[in-house]
């Protein structure tokens, strides 16, 4: 039997085969155009590269440094993710400014933006070698409050320090380094087409920024904070607390203007408030108000911890002049929130917000009482996020002429030495005051709030059978 040739194969539809192939061949030519245009992406950097590198090493120096550390740690200090997050929001942010000057190609343009980068870095680098700050609100509020002849001393003993002139030297550097590389540069973009090497950089790069993309949104949550409450709480949960200059200059910015709002509306609060407040008792009374924060209740011997913890309380308690509460529960965990619901008159229950009700110390001095608040974190709260949100209540000027007889002048070492200054500087001649001291407690760094002698190194290691033994010894003692 003779078998006859087929012209095509069985179960083969040529139809089929064409569109697959004219399918493969759109797509190749989609991963071509994409390919083909990924190379523009990366054309600002290498005609800019110049400016580039300076915008990131100067803006973004503070994260490449927390970054390092991040290496060099044995054990991680914080998310891997938070740490290279901020070096992705540095280089979207580097990417943006290269962009607009080769873009607009205006020599006016670039020279601007240099002049920013510089005078940025410059005030970043001051605030934190002379003060310890970073660029925040509270910069913001010193310069609006700060008057001609203030600037004039702060000239005088701040710009011609050893410090300031270290500074002064390493912005020098910078600019005379950054004008060499620009005088002298090479056609990056040229070497690197010539190596064939565009468009994977660029699709590289294509991923970096898409992924700084991705970070940025901490830029759209911190835009929608309504109050200081919010920006605190940004600053503390937020998934990437961006640390470099430019951020910290939008955060600044945001931040003191939320927080004139919120102080603005607790000074209106407090001015329309019943000033009828008339004590019908003749009797002297003495009103004290401790806060004392960061304090784990189960760990208080007073509360039935095991080992003797606060002797002191114990020996009050013994005496009947204190009574430790059982059912008081703080209504958030975060300093700022607690404080500001604490002190003044609003209910959470009812949806009331701190900034609509009045401040209580002041509804006590209209009462007639005399009012004293020492603080303890009032120095602190200048370096932390929290400051934002506590200053524009504590210390706005309208709320201490109107809350305040007198406030402690400055922090000091230990809680017990805020005491010690209140008794030597105050005589308690009113019949009726009203005492506060708002401590710093067991705040980080537990080891630092006591002195180590005899009397408050009582415990050791060995009394705690628990993991996390040294830390729970400086806690306790």
């Not at 660029?135 to 320090?161: A, G, K, M, Q, W």
Request: hydrophobic share 40%; net charge positive.
């Amino acid at each position: 039997m003779r078998l006859r040739a087929s012209s095509k194969p069985p179960n083969c539809d040529f139809k089929d085969v064409g569109s697959s192939i004219l399918m493969s061949k759109k797509k190749m030519d989609c991963f071509k155009r994409i390919y083909t245009w990924g190379g523009y992406v990366i054309i600002p950097i290498l005609r800019e590269y110049p400016f580039f590198i300076c915008f990131f090493l100067l803006i973004g120096y503070e994260a490449l440094g927390n970054l390092h550390g991040q290496i060099i740690a044995s054990q991680p200090i914080e998310p891997w993710s938070s740490c290279i997050g901020r070096i992705l929001l540095i280089i979207l942010w580097d990417y943006l400014f290269t962009a607009v000057i080769y873009v607009l190609k205006k020599r006016w343009i670039k020279i601007l933006l240099y002049v920013f980068t510089f005078s940025l870095f410059f005030l970043q680098l001051f605030l934190n070698k002379i003060f310890g700050l970073n660029i925040c609100p509270y910069v913001l509020v010193l310069l609006n409050e700060t008057t001609s002849s203030e600037s004039s001393d702060f000239i005088r003993t701040f710009v011609l320090t050893r410090k300031t002139l270290l500074i002064f030297f390493i912005i020098i550097l910078c600019i005379v380094f950054s004008f060499l590389v620009e005088r002298f540069r090479i056609d990056m973009y040229g070497f690197i087409k010539k190596c064939h090497l565009l468009n994977v950089l660029s699709l590289s790069f294509v991923i970096i920024f898409f992924s700084g993309a991705y970070f940025s949104k901490t830029y759209a949550q911190l835009l929608r904070c309504q109050t200081s409450d919010d920006i605190a709480t940004w600053v503390i949960n937020d998934f990437c607390q961006p640390h470099d200059a430019l951020s910290y200059l939008i955060y600044a910015f945001k931040g003191y203007s939320v927080s004139s709002d919120d102080s603005k509306h607790a000074v209106q609060a407090v001015e329309k408030m019943d000033r009828n407040n008339t004590i019908t008792n003749t009797d002297s009374l003495n009103v004290v108000l401790v806060i004392g924060e960061s304090y784990i209740k189960s760990h208080a011997h007073i509360y039935g911890y095991s080992l003797p913890t606060t002797p002191t309380l114990d020996e009050e308690k013994e005496k009947g002049r204190l009574v430790p509460f059982s059912n008081v529960v703080s209504p958030y965990a975060y300093t700022n929130r607690s404080l500001h619901n604490m002190l003044c008159c609003n209910c959470i229950c009812d949806g009331e917000h701190w900034y609509d009700a009045p401040y209580f110390p002041a509804v006590f001095k209209s009462a007639g009482y005399n009012v004293y608040f020492w603080d303890n974190q009032k120095n602190d709260s200048k370096m932390h996020a929290v400051g934002v949100a506590l200053n524009s209540l504590l210390y706005s000027p309208e709320i201490i002429k109107l809350s305040y007889t007198s406030t402690n002048d400055h922090a000091t070492k230990y809680d017990m030495d805020l005491i010690r200054d209140f008794s030597k500087k105050i005589r308690l001649k009113n019949k009726r005051n009203l005492i506060i001291f708002h401590l710093m407690g067991q705040h980080f760094d537990q080891a630092e709030r006591f002195p180590h002698t005899s009397g408050f190194m009582r415990f050791k290691s060995s009394d705690i059978h628990i993991n996390g033994r040294k830390f729970l010894v400086t806690f306790k003692n």
